[in-house]
């Protein structure tokens, strides 16, 4: 049987689960598992149900060394609260990060849409890519309704790229389902988000949003087309969101 074979199977299987129960199946069927988390709201829901299926399992945060405040924050407090987590933070490459921004400057990524992929790749793709290094499978928070784009992503799907299982527990989740759990369980969260920025990323490029605009709308807003950033999709770059 194929890996395809394998996930086209669980797909099938899971098809209107809970996230909890893809979540109890994900982490019973694979040894090499971890959660891919930027700590958004839909990151800090899984992180809170994984720690009561398995306490000890693996959670990745890229850390770009360009977060906002409030996420390093956030990441403290959700250390504190489940102790167990394995949480392992991935920086970029020194070197690679002295040696670009030392010829196109320290906000290089505001002079054109090559400069922000190429700060995109060296801070995020790179290490996405050690820290998948290795993985049967990984989890992300993605749900189906944050852009049009992702509306063919299925419950269990195979990451191409990787060739690895990819379980998007959330996927049929709407953006009030995760700020109902996010208050019925008390979960720690970004700080930002009272602040109306519904998608985080790094802080130069993540803007507060207007009442009506996309959710996304406040990530690399002065780039005429705002594309998905690449940790799912392609070689652009964001931690767990295909904008960034
Ligand atoms: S989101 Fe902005 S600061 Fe962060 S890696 Fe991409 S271009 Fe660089």
Known sequence: MTLQTDIDSAAAQLKGRTPQEVLTWALGNYEKISLASSFGAEDVALIDMIAKIKPDAHVFTLDTGRLNAETYEVIAKVQQKYPQIQLRIMFPQAEAVEQMVSEKGI??????????????????????????????????????????????????????????????????????????????????????????????????????????????????????????????????????????
């Open 107 to 244: 906000n290089l990524f505001y002079d054109s849409v090559e400069n922000r992929k190429q700060c995109c790749y060296i801070r995020k793709v790179e290490p996405l890519g050690r820290a998948t290094k290795g993985l049967d499978a990984w989890i992300t928070g993605l749900r189906r309704d944050q852009t049009a784009n992702r509306s063919a992503m299925a419950t269990v799907e195979l990451d191409g790229d990787r060739h690895i299982a990819k379980i998007n527990p959330l996927i049929d989740w709407s953006n009030e389902d995760v700020w109902a759990y996010i208050h019925q369980n008390d979960v720690p969260y970004n700080a930002l988000h009272d602040q109306n920025f519904p998608s985080i990323g790094c802080a130069p490029c993540t803007r507060a949003v207007q009442a009506g605009e996309d959710l996304r709308a406040g990530r690399w807003w002065w780039e005429m087309s705002n594309q998905e950033c690449g940790l799912h999709v392609n070689s652009d770059g964001d931690l767990v969101r295909a904008k960034g």
